[in-house]
C-alpha cells in the first residue's frame, strides 16, 4: 500500500445488549492500532442510534458512544457486535435501512457473534457465506435461510463482508482487519503490543 | 465445594487512563459467569474513585462505573487493570491506602498488565514474584526492586495475589479466577459460552 494514506474510518456500533467483549475486543486492537502508529490514519470511534444517553451492555457495563448515527463521520469499516440485544433488532426498519446505507457506501461491513443476525435481517447476506456464535446458528438461519452457515471457522472472509465468530473471536478477526487495510507485519506488531498470545488455562 | 456458597463479590476497578482489554477481559469471563450461573452467587461490579462522571479509559471510551470507593460493597476480589493511567497513579497516597485496606480484607487481590504497577505501590509485592506488561518490568522493579519479575508467564498465582502479563491476558487470568474460586469444569464451560478457542490469524 502507498506511503501517503487517506483517512479509514472505523465504526463499531453499540446498542443496549450488546455483548461487551464483542466490541471492546476490537476496539482495543484497532484503536491501539490507530493510537500506536498514527502515520497509518486510521480513526476509531464507537457509533449508536442515540448517544445522548448511557447505553447499557449485556452484561450491564454502561457505555457512552462517541457518536450518533446522525452526528458519526462516514464508516468505511462497520463493526457490529452480538449479544442479546440483536434479539430486538431483527426486524427494525430504520436499523435495517442504517445498516444498508453504512455498508453501500464502507469498504468492509463486519459482525462479531450475533451481530451476523443484523447484517441478516438486513439482507447482506442472503446466499453468502457466514459464521456467528456456536450456539446461534439456528437463529441466524430462522432469518435467512439462503446463508451458507460456516460453523467451523473463526471468522469468514467474503470480500465485503466479514462475519466472526462468538464473541473472543471478534479479537482474532480484528487482527485480519489490520492484515486487509495494512499488512500482515502491523497485525503482528499490534497483537505483540496487546500481548495477544494466548494461554487459556482449561 | 459446598452447593450453598456465601455471596461473592469480584471488584474491577476503573480509572481515566486505564486499558480497555484489561478490564473489559476480566469483565466479560466473570460476568457471564455471574450471569449464566447465577446459582453460584457472584457479583461482578466495576469500582472508581469517583463515579459521578464518565472514565475516560486509554484508548478513549467512555464507561461509568457502577460504585465508588466509598458506595461500593466489600471486595472479596480486586481486579486491578494497567494502563497509561496507572504511571500517574504510583505515589498516590489515597490509592495506596484505599488498595492496602481492600487488599487486607480481600481473599484475592488481582492486577492486569502495568496494574501490577499500583499492587506494587502499595508495597503488596515486596519480595514476591508477578508479572507485568512484557514492555514493563523496568518500571515495576523502578517501583519496588525486591520484586522477583516472572518474564516468561501469563499469569502469577502467589497465593493470595495474582498478576497478569499485558492487557489480553487478563482473560487467561480471569478462567484461571475461575478455577481458583469454582473448578476447571466451570472455567471450561464459561470458555467454551464465550468462544474463547483462540486462533489468532498472524
Redesign the interface.
Known sequence: MKETRERLSIGIALFDGA???DW??P??VL??W??YRPEDNIE?F?VAKDNSR?IECA??????A?YSWDSAPEIDVLVYPGGRGTRAQVGDEELRAWVRSVHERARLTTSV?TGAYILADAGLLKGRPATT??DDFDGLLAIDGSIEARRNE??VDDDDIITA?????G??MA??LI?RLHS?DR??EI?R??????????
Chains 1, 2 share one sequence.
Do not use: M, N
Not at 452484561?59 to 457512552?64: A, E
Not at 503490543?193 to 482449561?202: K, N
Open positions: 455483548e461487551e467483549l471492546a475486543g476496539w482495543e484503536s491501539y490507530s493510537k476509531v464507537t448511557p452484561k450491564g457495563l454502561r457505555v457512552l462517541d457473534c456464535h456456536w473463526r471468522f465468530a462468538g464473541i473472543s473471536a479479537i482474532d487482527l485480519y492484515v500482515e497485525a503482528r497483537k503490543r496487546i500481548q495477544y498470545e494466548p494461554e487459556p488455562p482449561v
